[in-house]
């Protein structure tokens, strides 16, 4: 078993599941927490993470498949994707195929938030190219909710993180937003929140 990332909240390591590679992620305990709770509290991770995971992949978002929890040692042993990152990619990318990523980086996040989850940490570090569309990982900031505006601050991470990390083709974010807003009803309102929230302009045109 290998180390591959460590975070704040949980380290991951390449292993392997009945012959397949796999990514074993294991919470880490807090020593600021009494024993009893913290425990309690990343038992309770886990199950959430392991849940949302599910819900997101019924919803038709390629993530890891799931191949064994363990509440007790708070594990999760997941497929391991193989799996260009979107950051890494943009930059190789001509400008037909980078609008094409920028559109199903808003359907994926449109199905995302019309199943009621908000992934908390939506950036292209945590987006795979599956093919032509867009595979997810890292669901440890995750949330079920109905909540409009969270699902509006989740879009504002991905914006920032967008124009962070690629710069020279900040004018993408239109099309991400645009290719959200059509592919769900929802999605007008949550970009309007958006909005409220930066007291800015629309990002995207309107038909």
């Known amino acids: 078993m290998k180390l591959i990332k460590r975070g704040a909240e949980a380290e991951l390591y390449l292993t392997e599941f009945l012959g397949r590679r796999a990514v074993l992620k294991r919470r880490i305990p807090k020593g600021y927490r009494i024993r009893e709770l913290d425990d309690k509290i990343r038992a309770e991770r886990t199950r959430a993470e392991a849940r949302i995971i599910h819900r997101a992949k019924k919803a038709g978002v390629r993530t890891p498949v799931l191949y064994d929890i ?76 109905k909540e409009r505006e969270r699902m509006a601050s989740d879009l504002r991470v991905l914006k920032e993180g967008w124009r962070s990390a690629h710069y020279e083709d900040e004018d993408l974010v239109d099309i991400i937003f645009q290719s959200y807003e059509n592919a769900w009803e929802g999605g007008r309102e949550v970009l309007r929140m958006l909005e409220k929230a930066e007291g800015r302009r629309r990002y995207v045109k309107r038909n």
């Open 70 to 145: 363990d509440v007790q040692e708070m594990e999760i042993t997941m497929e391991y994707l193989d799996l260009p990152r979107v950051k890494d990619a943009v930059g190789t990318m001509d400008d037909a195929e980078k609008g094409g990523l920028a559109e199903e980086i808003g359907k994926t996040a449109a199905r995302l938030h019309s199943a009621g989850i908000v992934h908390g940490d939506l950036t292209t570090s945590n987006m795979l190219i599956y093919g032509g569309e867009i595979a997810l990982i890292d669901f440890g900031l995750a949330e079920i909710t």
